[in-house]
RNA sequence: GGCAGGUUGCCCGAGUGGCCAAAGGGAGCGGACUGUAAAUCCGUCGGCUUAGCCUACGAAGGUUCGAAUCCUUCACCUGCCA
C-alpha cells in the first residue's frame, strides 16, 4: 500500500497531531491498514465540519486501507465534555433515530466491496448495549487513572468553569472501549478524528496497550475554522450548515461555499476536495491573480455539492445561481429555465385577491422573520422584487410585475432568494 | 445538612421600585464600497392589527398606583463548611 497517504495528508494541512509517524508510515506501508473514525449523533445529520475526518477516511481508503465507520449510539447516548458546560441527555428514541440518519449518511462516503479495503459501518451500542455496569467497572475503567484525566485540557476547563458530571467525565472510557474491540475483532490499528477527540483517540491507544501490549496509532484532523477564527460550517446565520439536504438545500448548501472569502478558498480547497495538488495551485493561482472571477470559489462549491448532493443536483444548483445571479434582465428568462432555478430556493404561492404586500411576500416566503422584520428590510433599502429595490411597505405586485411562468423574484439583501407565485384566486 | 454568592434578550454583561423592551460589547441583519470576498463606515437588532397593545429579566405566588429591581416558596448552578 502506498504512504504517500500520509505526505498528501500533510500537504492538504489535514494533520494535526498523530503518534509516532514513522511507525505509521510503516504500518501502511505493511499490507492493508485497518482504521476508524467515530461520528455521534448528536443531531439529526452531520453537519459540513464532519467532513474533515470522513473525507480523511475517504482519502486513506483510496490509498488502499480499510476504513471502519462507527456510528456512536452508545457514545452519543452520554456526551463528550465539551467546553460550553454540561450537556442535556436527549433521550434513546432521539438519539436512535439520529443515528440512523447519520449512519445513512456515513454510508455515502466510503466504498463498500468485497476487496480488502472496503468499508465497514458499526455501531458501538452492539458492544455497550449489554455490558453491565460491573464489567464496565473491571474491565475498562480499572485502567484509566483518575489523576491523568483530571489532567486533560477540557477537563480542567470544565473544573474551573461548572464543573462536569461523572457521566459526561467517563465517555473518555467508552471511546477507548471502542479502539480496544474493534482491534480485537477488525484488527483495527489506528484512529482518526478531529484535533478535539486526540485525548479520546490516545484513551484508546493506552487501552490497548495496556491489555493487548499492541501498539496501535492515532491521527487527528484540525479543527477548521475561516481566516476570523470562526469555525467552519457555520451559516451566516450562525446555524450548522447540514449534509441533510431537507435541512440545508443544496443550493444552499452551494451557496456557503461560493461565499468563501478569499483567505479561506485555497485552503478550504485542499481540505475539502479530491481535486490534485497541481489543480489546487493553478486554482490557487487564479484566485490570487483574478479574484473577481472566484475561480476557486465555484470549483470548492461544485466539488462538495457534487459530493454531498450528487452531480445531478450540482447542475441544478449551478445553473440555478448562474440564472438568479446573473448580470442578465430576469425578465429575459424563459419559464422552463425559471421554474428550474426557482425550484432551488424558498417558494410560496400566494392568492391574489389578499392583495399581497412585499411585507406579506417577504414572510411567506421565509425571507423575514416576523412582520417587523420584513419592514425592517424594506426601510433599510434591502428588499427587491425583480431586482428592483422596493421602498414602500404597501408596495403590491401590479398585472405587469410577474416573469415567465407568473414568478415574482423576491429578495432581502444581497443574496436572499425566493420565488413567489401569484395565483389568480 | 449549614452558610455565602448566583440565574437578565442569540452570547457575554450592566441594571437594585417608575425615565426599562432593559446600558455596553459580540454575533446576526440591511446599506455604501467591491467581486455573491475581506477590511472599513453607516444603520438596524422581541412580537403585533405599531401615537397603542402583548410577551419578556430561572419558576410560582405576594407587597405596591407601579417590580428585572422588595418579600415568600420552589428549582438549578458555584464556592466554603459538615
Same mark, same amino acid.
Given at each position: 500500500m502506498s504512504t504517500d497517504v500520509l505526505d498528501d495528508l500533510e500537504w492538504r494541512g489535514l494533520v494535526a497531531q498523530s503518534t509516532d509517524r514513522a511507525a505509521l508510515r510503516r504500518e501502511l506501508a505493511d499490507g492493508v491498514l485497518t482504521l476508524y473514525a467515530g461520528f455521534d449523533p448528536t443531531g439529526p445529520s452531520l453537519h459540513a465540519g464532519h467532513l474533515v475526518p470522513l473525507l480523511t477516511l475517504r482519502r486513506f481508503q483510496q490509498a488502499g486501507a480499510r476504513p471502519i465507520v462507527l456510528a456512536g449510539g452508545a457514545t452519543g447516548l452520554i456526551g463528550d465534555p465539551r467546553d460550553v458546560g454540561e450537556r442535556s441527555l436527549h433521550d434513546e428514541d432521539t438519539i436512535r433515530d439520529w443515528g440512523a440518519r447519520i449512519r445513512g449518511q456515513l454510508e455515502r462516503f466510503v466504498a463498500f466491496d468485497d476487496t480488502p479495503s472496503g468499508a465497514l459501518v458499526v455501531n458501538n451500542l452492539d458492544w455497550?448495549?449489554?455490558?453491565t455496569a460491573l464489567e464496565f467497572l473491571r474491565d475498562v475503567g480499572k485502567h484509566f487513572s483518575v489523576n491523568v484525566m483530571l489532567g486533560r485540557e477540557t477537563v480542567k476547563r470544565r473544573l474551573a468553569a461548572d464543573g462536569l458530571s461523572y457521566t459526561e467525565f467517563s465517555y473518555l472510557l467508552l471511546q477507548s472501549q471502542d479502539y480496544l474491540h474493534l482491534y480485537r475483532r477488525? #484488527?483495527?490499528?489506528l484512529q482518526i478524528g478531529g484535533s478535539d477527540q486526540w485525548g479520546n483517540i490516545v484513551g484508546g491507544v493506552e487501552l490497548v496497550r495496556r491489555v493487548e501490549s499492541a501498539a496501535v496509532h492515532a491521527l487527528t484532523t484540525p479543527l477548521v475554522t475561516d481566516a476570523e477564527g470562526r469555525k467552519f460550517g457555520?451559516?451566516?446565520?450562525?446555524?450548522n450548515i447540514w449534509l441533510d439536504p431537507a435541512m440545508t438545500s443544496p443550493y444552499a448548501w452551494y451557496q456557503y461555499f461560493v461565499n468563501v472569502s478569499d483567505a479561506d478558498v485555497g485552503r478550504y480547497l485542499r481540505l475539502?476536495?479530491?481535486?490534485?495538488r497541481e489543480q489546487i495551485e493553478a486554482l490557487e493561482q487564479d484566485v490570487a491573480e483574478?479574484?473577481? %472571477?472566484r475561480a476557486g470559489q465555484r470549483a470548492l462549491a461544485a466539488e462538495l455539492t457534487t459530493l454531498v448532493h450528487g452531480a445531478r443536483q450540482t447542475e441544478q444548483v449551478v445553473a440555478a445561481s448562474g440564472a438568479l445571479?446573473?448580470? #442578465?434582465?430576469?425578465? $429575459?428568462? $424563459?419559464a422552463t429555465t425559471l421554474d428550474a432555478a426557482l425550484a432551488e430556493v424558498p417558494n410560496a404561492q400566494v392568492g391574489s385577491s389578499e392583495d399581497p404586500t412585499i411585507v406579506d411576500l417577504l414572510v411567506a416566503t421565509g425571507l423575514s422573520e416576523s412582520r417587523g422584520a420584513a419592514r425592517r428590510a424594506v426601510g433599510e433599502g434591502g428588499a427587491y422584487v425583480n431586482n428592483a429595490k422596493v421602498v414602500d411597505e404597501a408596495w403590491t405586485p401590479g398585472p405587469? $410585475?410577474? %416573469?415567465?411562468?407568473?414568478w415574482l423574484v423576491v429578495r432581502r439583501g444581497k443574496r436572499n432568494l425566493a420565488g413567489v407565485r401569484v395565483l389568480s384566486s
Amino acid at each position: 500500500m502506498s504512504t504517500d497517504v500520509l505526505d498528501d495528508l500533510e500537504w492538504r494541512g489535514l494533520v494535526a497531531q498523530s503518534t509516532d509517524r514513522a511507525a505509521l508510515r510503516r504500518e501502511l506501508a505493511d499490507g492493508v491498514l485497518t482504521l476508524y473514525a467515530g461520528f455521534d449523533p448528536t443531531g439529526p445529520s452531520l453537519h459540513a465540519g464532519h467532513l474533515v475526518p470522513l473525507l480523511t477516511l475517504r482519502r486513506f481508503q483510496q490509498a488502499g486501507a480499510r476504513p471502519i465507520v462507527l456510528a456512536g449510539g452508545a457514545t452519543g447516548l452520554i456526551g463528550d465534555p465539551r467546553d460550553v458546560g454540561e450537556r442535556s441527555l436527549h433521550d434513546e428514541d432521539t438519539i436512535r433515530d439520529w443515528g440512523a440518519r447519520i449512519r445513512g449518511q456515513l454510508e455515502r462516503f466510503v466504498a463498500f466491496d468485497d476487496t480488502p479495503s472496503g468499508a465497514l459501518v458499526v455501531n458501538n451500542l452492539d458492544w455497550t448495549g449489554q455490558q453491565t455496569a460491573l464489567e464496565f467497572l473491571r474491565d475498562v475503567g480499572k485502567h484509566f487513572s483518575v489523576n491523568v484525566m483530571l489532567g486533560r485540557e477540557t477537563v480542567k476547563r470544565r473544573l474551573a468553569a461548572d464543573g462536569l458530571s461523572y457521566t459526561e467525565f467517563s465517555y473518555l472510557l467508552l471511546q477507548s472501549q471502542d479502539y480496544l474491540h474493534l482491534y480485537r475483532r477488525h #484488527g483495527c490499528r489506528l484512529q482518526i478524528g478531529g484535533s478535539d477527540q486526540w485525548g479520546n483517540i490516545v484513551g484508546g491507544v493506552e487501552l490497548v496497550r495496556r491489555v493487548e501490549s499492541a501498539a496501535v496509532h492515532a491521527l487527528t484532523t484540525p479543527l477548521v475554522t475561516d481566516a476570523e477564527g470562526r469555525k467552519f460550517g457555520k451559516s451566516t446565520g450562525g446555524g450548522n450548515i447540514w449534509l441533510d439536504p431537507a435541512m440545508t438545500s443544496p443550493y444552499a448548501w452551494y451557496q456557503y461555499f461560493v461565499n468563501v472569502s478569499d483567505a479561506d478558498v485555497g485552503r478550504y480547497l485542499r481540505l475539502f476536495t479530491f481535486l490534485a495538488r497541481e489543480q489546487i495551485e493553478a486554482l490557487e493561482q487564479d484566485v490570487a491573480e483574478r479574484p473577481h %472571477l472566484r475561480a476557486g470559489q465555484r470549483a470548492l462549491a461544485a466539488e462538495l455539492t457534487t459530493l454531498v448532493h450528487g452531480a445531478r443536483q450540482t447542475e441544478q444548483v449551478v445553473a440555478a445561481s448562474g440564472a438568479l445571479f446573473g448580470r #442578465g434582465e430576469l425578465r $429575459d428568462l $424563459d419559464a422552463t429555465t425559471l421554474d428550474a432555478a426557482l425550484a432551488e430556493v424558498p417558494n410560496a404561492q400566494v392568492g391574489s385577491s389578499e392583495d399581497p404586500t412585499i411585507v406579506d411576500l417577504l414572510v411567506a416566503t421565509g425571507l423575514s422573520e416576523s412582520r417587523g422584520a420584513a419592514r425592517r428590510a424594506v426601510g433599510e433599502g434591502g428588499a427587491y422584487v425583480n431586482n428592483a429595490k422596493v421602498v414602500d411597505e404597501a408596495w403590491t405586485p401590479g398585472p405587469g $410585475d410577474p %416573469l415567465a411562468g407568473g414568478w415574482l423574484v423576491v429578495r432581502r439583501g444581497k443574496r436572499n432568494l425566493a420565488g413567489v407565485r401569484v395565483l389568480s384566486s
